[in-house]
């Protein structure tokens, strides 16, 4: 790993008694979010304070997703916007992270024709911003760091976002290739963590009161195949629900070609896992799987399905769908529309394909209008509202144990959180409920949300 330790002392001294504020905006997955809890965790290190205003901030750092191009020009939108900003404050400081950096046409965008970007630093490289930021403090110019470092650091501690609620990435990278997907492209190859790092991070968290542990990993059901495979993703579950505390663990991403019976039995046998699997199934179709290689067919992921409903026939489910790959045909999209009716998803997560340069599908020749798209988009959205509002009926009476998270934003005195099930449930209260357990009875189901009255607060 490198040793940061001579440049840190050397901002430490530069930085001296003026405590600068930093602001740290992530985009995209909540990966990348985790990692801008480590950039803001170097920060620290070095004497940063936070800010939410890029306007009190001497050193703004944006961490970039590149899944979408809609990402990718909003972030350029904002950096344009910095040229005023850093007119009006020449001392202030911009940093570019993200999965947006690994692309090298863009880090080539970036210097030239961003002026106002100090410097760029690679996903894998958080190691190397304290050397990164040295540079600029001394006025060196603009540089850049996207080499691909192997050694992510274990050592970096994060600056959480929330005191109850907590991602752990437990792999980084992809492997798959779907054919749509930058993801592997930007974020390189499998890696695993250790499961001895990962046990004692959830150890600490729980014991520090964390009642929310969300693992991290764009295809979390192959964890561990790079380490030689004697702790598989199903027995990485078990280890952790046996970690004494009160918390719920979740997980993100499942890929279905690799959803084993062995990890639904894990999900029913462990009482921390929750209840709720997002199972991304992208198309109905199985012509349009093969051609995202996918690796499975709709056939395969309606198994996954069933097998996980003959043993509880109201479990949840979430999904992504891309509406509009290449040629997708309107038979083809009408599969897609008719998987949903039948799985019944609590919740879809739902965008129009997007072409990214580089990936397999950029190359077809694509005949689909852009209007097409948005109607059937539309189409999806109509559709998922009815088969949501339709699937939370099933919760009315029941009690659900809900995380409190915040105050409802569209009603005021409500209180909304997550059900163990990860349904979005609003219900009267106080914030002295925010970051507690709650029983709420469901009395009332809205098309994207139930509403109760909470019955128990626990652990009083
Ligand atoms: N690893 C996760 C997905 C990470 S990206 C998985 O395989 O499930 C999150 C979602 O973004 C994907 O599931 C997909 O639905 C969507 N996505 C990825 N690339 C896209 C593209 N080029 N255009 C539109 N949506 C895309
Ligand atoms: Fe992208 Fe597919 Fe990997 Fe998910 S599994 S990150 S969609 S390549
Ligand atoms: Fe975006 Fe990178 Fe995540 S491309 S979705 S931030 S891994």
């Given at each position: 790993?490198?040793?940061n330790t001579?440049?840190?002392?050397?901002?430490?001294?530069?930085?001296g008694?003026?405590s600068?504020?930093?602001?740290?905006r992530?985009?995209?997955?909540?990966?990348?979010?985790?990692?801008?809890?480590?950039?803001?965790?170097?920060?620290?290190?070095?004497?940063?304070?936070?800010?939410?205003?890029?306007?009190?901030?001497?050193?703004?750092?944006?961490?970039t997703?590149?899944?979408?191009?809609?990402?990718?020009?909003?972030?350029?939108?904002?950096?344009?916007?910095m040229?005023?900003?850093?007119?009006?404050?020449?001392?202030?400081?911009?940093?570019?992270a993200?999965?947006?950096?690994?692309?090298s046409r863009?880090?080539?965008?970036?210097?030239?024709?961003?002026?106002?970007?100090?410097?760029?630093?690679?996903?894998?490289?958080?190691?190397?911003?304290?050397?990164?930021?040295?540079?600029?403090l001394?006025?060196?110019?603009?540089?850049?760091?996207?080499?691909e470092?192997?050694?992510?650091s274990?050592?970096?501690?994060?600056?959480?976002?929330?005191?109850?609620k907590?991602?752990v990435?437990i792999?980084?990278?992809?492997?798959?290739?779907c054919t749509?997907?930058?993801?592997?492209?930007?974020?390189?190859?499998?890696?695993?963590?250790?499961?001895?790092?990962?046990?004692s991070e959830?150890r600490?968290?729980?014991?520090?009161?964390?009642?929310?542990?969300m693992?991290?990993?764009?295809n979390?059901?192959?964890?561990g195949k790079?380490?030689g495979?004697?702790?598989?993703?199903?027995?990485?579950?078990?280890?952790?629900?046996?970690i004494?505390?009160d918390?719920?663990i979740r997980?993100m991403?499942?890929?279905?070609?690799?959803?084993?019976?062995?990890?639904?039995d894990?999900?029913?046998?462990?009482?921390?896992?929750?209840k709720?699997?997002?199972?991304?199934?992208?198309?109905?179709?199985?012509?349009?799987?093969?051609?995202?290689?996918?690796?499975y067919?709709?056939?395969?992921y309606?198994?996954?399905?069933?097998?996980?409903?003959?043993?509880d026939?109201?479990?949840?489910?979430t999904?992504?769908?891309?509406?509009?790959?290449?040629?997708?045909?309107?038979?083809?999209?009408?599969?897609?529309?008719?998987?949903?009716?039948?799985?019944?998803?609590d919740n879809?997560?739902s965008f129009i394909?997007?072409?990214?340069?580089?990936t397999?599908?950029a190359?077809?020749?694509?005949?689909?209008?852009?209007?097409?798209?948005?109607?059937r988009?539309r189409e999806?959205?109509?559709?998922?509202?009815?088969?949501?509002?339709?699937?939370?009926?099933r919760?009315?009476?029941?009690t659900?144990?809900?995380l409190?998270?915040g105050e409802s934003?569209?009603h005021?005195?409500?209180?909304?959180?997550?059900?163990?099930?990860?349904i979005?449930?609003?219900?009267?209260?106080?914030?002295?409920?925010?970051?507690?357990?709650?029983?709420?009875q469901?009395?009332e189901t809205?098309n994207?949300a139930?509403?109760?009255?909470?019955?128990?607060?626990d652990?009083?």
């Amino acid at each position: 790993m490198k040793d940061n330790t001579n440049i840190n002392a050397e901002i430490r001294r530069i930085i001296g008694e003026s405590s600068p504020l930093a602001y740290v905006r992530s985009f995209g997955c909540q990966l990348n979010v985790s990692d801008g809890e480590k950039i803001k965790g170097v920060l620290s290190s070095l004497g940063y304070g936070f800010t939410d205003s890029e306007q009190d901030a001497d050193l703004i750092i944006l961490n970039t997703c590149a899944v979408r191009e809609s990402a990718e020009d909003r972030v350029f939108g904002i950096v344009g916007s910095m040229k005023k900003l850093k007119e009006r404050k020449p001392g202030l400081m911009i940093g570019i992270a993200g999965c947006m950096t690994a692309q090298s046409r863009i880090a080539e965008k970036i210097k030239t024709s961003y002026p106002q970007v100090d410097f760029v630093v690679g996903t894998s490289a958080i190691n190397a911003l304290p050397e990164l930021l040295l540079g600029a403090l001394q006025g060196r110019g603009f540089s850049a760091d996207i080499t691909e470092y192997d050694d992510f650091s274990e050592a970096a501690v994060q600056v959480r976002e929330s005191s109850f609620k907590a991602s752990v990435p437990i792999m980084f990278g992809c492997n798959n290739f779907c054919t749509y997907c930058i993801v592997p492209y930007v974020r390189g190859r499998e890696r695993s963590r250790r499961p001895e790092d990962i046990i004692s991070e959830v150890r600490g968290l729980a014991a520090d009161g964390y009642k929310e542990i969300m693992l991290l990993g764009q295809n979390v059901n192959s964890y561990g195949k790079d380490l030689g495979g004697d702790m598989s993703f199903p027995q990485l579950l078990r280890e952790l629900n046996a970690i004494d505390g009160d918390f719920v663990i979740r997980f993100m991403s499942s890929h279905p070609k690799d959803a084993s019976p062995e990890l639904i039995d894990a999900i029913f046998d462990c009482e921390k896992v929750a209840k709720h699997l997002h199972l991304p199934v992208q198309s109905g179709s199985s012509e349009v799987l093969r051609r995202m290689n996918r690796n499975y067919t709709a056939e395969k992921y309606l198994g996954i399905v069933d097998e996980i409903r003959r043993r509880d026939p109201g479990f949840s489910l979430t999904t992504d769908i891309i509406v509009g790959f290449p040629n997708e045909t309107d038979e083809e999209f009408a599969e897609t529309l008719a998987l949903i009716r039948r799985v019944g998803y609590d919740n879809i997560y739902s965008f129009i394909y997007s072409k990214r340069s580089g990936t397999k599908a950029a190359e077809i020749e694509d005949t689909t209008p852009e209007d097409v798209k948005s109607r059937r988009m539309r189409e999806l959205l109509e559709v998922q509202r009815e088969v949501s509002a339709e699937g939370y009926k099933r919760f009315l009476g029941k009690t659900l144990r809900v995380l409190a998270d915040g105050e409802s934003r569209k009603h005021p005195g409500y209180i909304t959180g997550k059900s163990d099930e990860f349904i979005i449930v609003e219900f009267e209260g106080d914030a002295s409920l925010i970051g507690r357990f709650v029983r709420v009875q469901v009395t009332e189901t809205m098309n994207w949300a139930v509403k109760g009255k909470v019955i128990l607060e626990d652990n009083l």
